[in-house]
């Protein structure tokens, strides 16, 4: 038994240790003469700046009855049209060079590293949808009596696990993605469904292995057919079995999902490289997607243990 | 025994036979009756097969040869639906086989509910009136792991009985219970006895054969060896039954 004092002496304990680590990543910094610049990276995330609408070319400011804002060009041409803003710089008549600021919009827009996280969760998320799709069925066919429907779903399992995600990636992309006509998105998506289809396959399978068969015979006792065992009493016990495991195996999916980089989907990890390059803040940058991405897990993990709970309730 | 003449055949077992496939011959040439509303009570020591036969009956174990019928159907018949007949052949098992994610009314609803898709509220009241008559009517709410050994066998048996089967096969129902708790499922037991329930029961409760049997078999090794009303059962001089009767009393 612990006592409450050393539970608390392991807490203070564990505080000290994580506070050393942090102050060692400082001092590392400083040693090698980094300067951090966090305030250089929340644009990339959220960019509250006004954002300036510039001149293209020298002319006249003209400021219509309903507050419409055009230019006029001095020497012919179509007129610049500003479809909306929210503040006008220049006034009606004004003499306007290529390069001036005409007006402003005020409010925020997502940066690129918000917009990587919006398409990572997007990205994961459909993976996650099709990948319990495909690894319930190929799991059940796992189960199944016809041999058939084992040896392909060895064989679907046995491949996808064999062989590393990056290249399914570039195979999906390149060859199933020109044969029919696929976007990046939906061949990184497809890709990495099929990849985590397998794992789950497998804890599928797994989990249905573990209901003891004398739940299968009552039920077919009961006159119900092999699908409705399946579905009203094999499958709920086993999924609930498989939910840790199935955590696991979707947090996977969610890191797995930055190697869709590689055929230029701007997910999560891409916008941190682009943002590198124009922050010059790596450290901060690398920081902020990590913390992002583990933001992304532990909701995900958390609303697992939720469901977990949930169906605890007949233990 | 007063009740009334039992003419008509329920259960038909000719010459079954079962070979597993690891080589063990299980069955030999088992034939055996049931008729309407009997009470048949199967003894014998263990691997004699007497659960592998009682698993025929509904198909739970396919047979190698012989021939099965269950109120003139053809077990083996290829136009035979197995899952209609399983319907109304209900099984209880010696580990229970309660669906842990279903409450107890869940697990006696379930079945009407999925398989004959019934009135919701019909099958509810049905299933509360079953657990009713096996006592567990303030048990409803409770999932199966918060029963006991012989309140979830007692529950097991309303499931089968939602399905208003033609006949009830008892595998063991009493083998797992503690003893204390084997009264109330035989007490359960009897009662469908009374109200004339066709039921073939494995068990080793030598008292239920005597009191409840209107035949009891005793099979070994694969074969039926005797079968006589219990009077003249338990008053049998033969060999075999009476080594197997030496043992268990």
């Not at chain 1, 399946?230 to 996977?252: D, E, H």
């Not at chain 2, 006991?148 to 797992?176: C, H, N, W, Y």
């Amino acid at each position: 038994m612990q006592t409450s004092s050393r539970r608390w002496f392991g807490h203070g304990l564990y505080l000290v240790i994580m506070a050393a680590l942090i102050a060692g990543v400082y001092f590392s910094g400083q040693k090698i003469n980094y300067s951090w610049h966090w305030e250089r990276l929340w644009p990339y995330v959220i960019n509250t700046e006004p954002q300036d609408i510039i001149a293209q070319t020298d002319g006249t400011a003209v400021v219509s009855a309903s507050g419409q804002l055009s230019i006029t060009p001095d020497f012919g041409g179509s007129p610049q049209i500003v479809p909306e803003y929210d503040k006008l710089v220049a006034r009606d008549g004004d003499l306007i060079f290529q390069g001036d600021t005409i007006a402003r919009i005020e409010g925020w827009r997502f940066g690129p590293i918000a917009e990587g996280l919006w398409v990572t969760i997007k990205i994961s998320f459909l993976s996650l949808i099709f990948s319990i799709i495909l690894g319930v069925i190929f799991g059940l066919m796992r189960v199944a009596h016809g041999q058939v429907w084992r040896n392909l779903a060895v064989t679907y399992v046995e491949v996808i696990r064999g062989t590393p995600l990056l290249v399914q990636i570039f195979i999906v992309y390149f060859f199933i993605g020109t044969v029919f006509d696929l976007d990046r998105f939906t061949a990184g998506v497809a890709a990495l469904s099929i990849f985590t289809g397998a794992y789950v396959a497998e804890i599928v399978r797994g989990g249905i292995q573990s209901v003891p068969p004398g739940q299968m015979e009552a039920a077919r006792s009961l006159g119900m057919s092999y699908a409705k065992a399946m579905t009203y009493v094999v499958m709920p016990q086993a999924i609930k079995r498989t939910l840790p495991s199935l955590a696991g195996q979707f947090i996977n999916l969610i890191k797995d999902s930055s190697l869709v980089s590689v055929i230029s989907i701007t997910d999560l990890t891409k916008a941190g490289r682009e943002v590198v390059s124009g922050s010059f803040a790596p450290f901060e940058v690398w920081f902020t997607v990590a913390a992002l991405y583990l933001l992304v897990t532990g909701s995900l993990s958390w609303a697992i243990q939720r469901l977990e709970k949930r169906l605890a309730a007949s233990d | 025994m007063t009740k009334s003449i039992k003419q008509e055949v329920l259960i038909q077992a000719r010459d079954v036979d079962k070979v597993f496939e690891n080589g063990c011959h299980a069955l030999k040439n088992v034939s055996l009756d049931i008729h309407r509303g009997e009470v048949v009570v199967i003894i014998g020591p263990s691997g004699s097969g007497k659960s592998t036969f009682l698993r025929t009956l509904n198909q739970l174990e396919t047979i190698s040869s012989g021939r099965i019928e269950i109120d003139g159907v053809h077990l083996a018949d290829k136009s035979t639906d197995i899952n209609k007949l399983r319907e109304e052949v209900g099984m209880v098992f010696q580990s229970f086989n309660l669906f842990p994610h279903k409450t107890a009314l869940g697990n006696v609803m379930l079945a009407p509910l999925k398989v004959l898709k019934r009135d919701k509220a019909e099958v509810e009241q049905e299933a509360k009136d079953l657990l009713y008559r096996v006592g567990l009517h303030e048990r409803m709410g409770h999932y199966p792991s918060r029963l006991s050994g012989g309140q979830q066998q007692r529950v097991a048996i309303a499931r089968s009985l939602a399905m208003k089967p033609k006949a009830l096969l008892f595998d063991e129902p009493t083998s797992a219970l503690d003893p204390e708790m084997v009264g109330e499922v035989l007490d359960v037991m009897k009662g469908l006895a009374k109200e004339g329930m066709t039921m073939v029961v494995v068990t080793h409760e030598m008292g239920f054969a005597r009191e409840v049997a209107d035949r009891v078999v005793f099979m070994e090794e694969g074969e039926l060896v005797l079968e006589e009303s219990p009077e003249r059962f338990f008053n049998s001089e033969h060999p075999r039954l009476q080594r197997f009767l030496g043992q268990v009393l």
